[in-house]
């Protein structure tokens, strides 16, 4: 055997490890992509479940329906409590929307996402709350919650 037919021989076969490194590294990141997805999508349902704990409460269900029907007849003590809960919601959807615009929320749960709060964004307080807080949110997320068909929100 002469130097060059060993000289091509490791030329085969330095190329075949390269090879083999590129595809185990296209795994690997597609598996890292995967597991980013379901990262967010359960940070995103952790968080939601959090942000109905307070309706769960019967006295704050009671307060969130009074101020459904008549917000300004709420004390400022419970506007500031209904204020809180509703922002709470918004921020979890924001978080969601960002997460979807980078690619790392799939388009099934988003969609979820999406067709609930097209009610959600129905609900009188909700609507009093986003027009005293909207400021405080980036534009690109103002104008696609504004952009949403609003559904009526059913509770029977």
């Given amino acids: 055997m002469n130097w060059d037919a060993i000289s091509t021989i490791a030329e085969v076969v330095a190329a075949s490890g390269v090879i083999l490194s590129l595809i185990y590294l296209a795994k690997q990141i597609k598996s890292q992509i ?5 990262s967010a999508a359960h940070e995103i349902a952790s968080g939601f479940r959090e942000m ?7 006295a704050f269900a009671e307060l969130f329906v009074r101020a459904n029907s008549d917000f300004d007849g709420l004390t400022e003590a419970e506007r500031i409590q209904v204020i809180s809960v509703q922002q709470t919601n918004i921020r979890l959807w924001e978080e969601a929307f960002y997460q979807y615009q980078g690619g790392r929320l799939d388009e099934t749960i988003w969609n979820t996402m999406v067709n609930q709060y097209s009610s959600y964004i129905a609900i009188e307080s909700f609507k009093r ?4 807080r909207k400021a405080s949110y980036n534009r690109e997320f103002v104008e696609f919650v504004e952009s949403l068909k609003q559904v009526e929100y059913k509770t029977k």
């Fill in 34 to 38: 995967q597991e980013s997805r379901l």
């Fill in 52 to 58: 109905l704990k307070p309706f769960i409460d019967p």
């Fill in 129 to 132: 709350v986003w027009d005293l």
